[in-house]
């Protein structure tokens, strides 16, 4: 067996190891916090099919298909067609021998294929796909939404099923609205199905709710998206479909084990491509190790933050100690596989409070991603009041332009701009619709890694060649699963592996460059973007723009001249409290 046959997983750790040893002004050490960046990636064999299994292991993949039936989906009717039509899709590209079922979902779930009742999945045969179609062809649409109905039916249908990759590919146009009708309403069911199958939840029309798709897909560890455009749907399960069949690790494991003593793990979350707390499980009887579990890689790189606590009593300073040990683990792996050695957390105690202060790049990108979303719901609660939250509306849509561009996510901002009602106002659009802001949410949640290396200047533990795939940014996008949808159906897409935020937020607008936009970091290339656009973004850094001029202070930064915030010489908002715009602003 060669080294080009085998799947290859690589491991980096990035992080800055100083943590101050300083006792607090009471004189007490207290425990510190460890922030860490895993930066974890996966790599098929070259031109292999990776969800082909090996001889005698059975199907690699269980699928389970949920259309939204309720009354909703008639008006427009074309919802309900584009249903049948994607989901016909799907059937038609399970492998042979595949166990799958369609359901209907209304206050209640129903099996459509294998038939009303089955407790079984169906098997992929060309008469078995025939018949599912046929069935799907004679849905109609009644009744209300219970999504938790649908998922816990899903649940007991996928229970039993020895495939490595248990998935559910959910459709829903509306809100959960009749949840308490359910026998289990759909916190507990969630509760229930963790752990058992991967969830992508998309939704269609006017009236989906994108923090309902956002609950279910991070519980259940999979992609939140949607389509602007009903005729795009079947194109989007083809492709969402086509990636799970490339699946190349069913189950990878993050193993952390504390190796000093008072070394307490205190989270863990991915945070590439977005966010999703991980819960440990047991890592063996006896031993102070924990695991946590991520499902379905494909050819993909993913971020993790890892959060540890120390307690500096009784260690020297300037030593640089081991926290913890990471490791990762493949159970149950069907093909030749090649893991990295173990990679160590460290410290290193300091009484420099300027050392002790410095933050990792890693953590410092996804704190500004997470105010990148606070602002766009905040921006959202504010334009549902109406005319009386205009003015905090767009404050609120200020400082997200402002994080976006300190990001240089090309995506988010081009997602942004379809809700700005000009290049460089910061202001709302009037006219807009809630589904215009659904797809934002859906675009902020999604996070793309830096281009500069994780561990630069921060005492990077390094695997192979894992560092130039992704860490990089650029070699990301191209390798990683879903990240196709620039060259597919516009869609909104905030899940488990793909492209950048706002998929679907260039459409009909041309890009204006309003930061560092850089290739590949999970956003367009500069050119992509609107060479001649309006707007003070086309001015050099530091210019001000052709209204006014904010001067470069001695460390390259600029001065926002309201509130005193410091921002890169290229910022195009305010970043601090008062969100205004800096180039084109007087000084």
Known sequence: MTVAEETEVTLEVGQRTELPALPDPAGHHREREMHAILEIGVRGPSGAPHAAPAPGTGPALAEVLIVDTSRSMLHPPAKLHAAKDATAAAVRMLPFGTAFAVLAGRFEA???????GSQMLAVARPGEREAAERAVRLLDADGGTAIGAWLDLARRLLKDQPAPVKHVLLLTDGRNEHDHRSRRPLQTVLDACAGQFVCDAWGIGDDWDAELLLTITRRLHGRARAVRRESE???AYEELIAGLLGTAVPELRIRLTPTTPGTVIRQVKQVVPNEQELQPVPAGPGGRAAEYVTRAWGDEVRHFQVVLTADPTGRESGEELQLAAVEI???GVRRPLRLPPPRPILVR???DPLDASRQHPGVRRHELYQRASAAVAQAYRAWLRGADGGEAADRALARALALAAELGDAQLLGA?????????TGRIRPGLKDVDWQHLILSSALTTPPQQSSGDGGG????GDGAGRGSAGGAVGAGVRGSRDDDGPAVADA??????PGDAGAEGAGLVDAGPVRAGAGGAPPGDADPGGPGPDHAAPGSGGPGGTLPLRPDGLVECPECRWLGPADSVYCGGECGRLLRGAPA
């Open 349 to 351: 105690w300091t009484d």
């Open 329 to 331: 683990t493949v159970p």
């Open 460 to 463: 990077r533990a390094s695997s």
């Open 110 to 116: 129903t099996v459509v294929h294998p038939g009303p």
């Open 233 to 235: 749907l079947t194109a």
């Open 416 to 424: 942004l701009r379809l809700i700005e009602s000009a290049p460089g």
């Open 495 to 500: 899940g488990a592996a793909g492209a950048g």
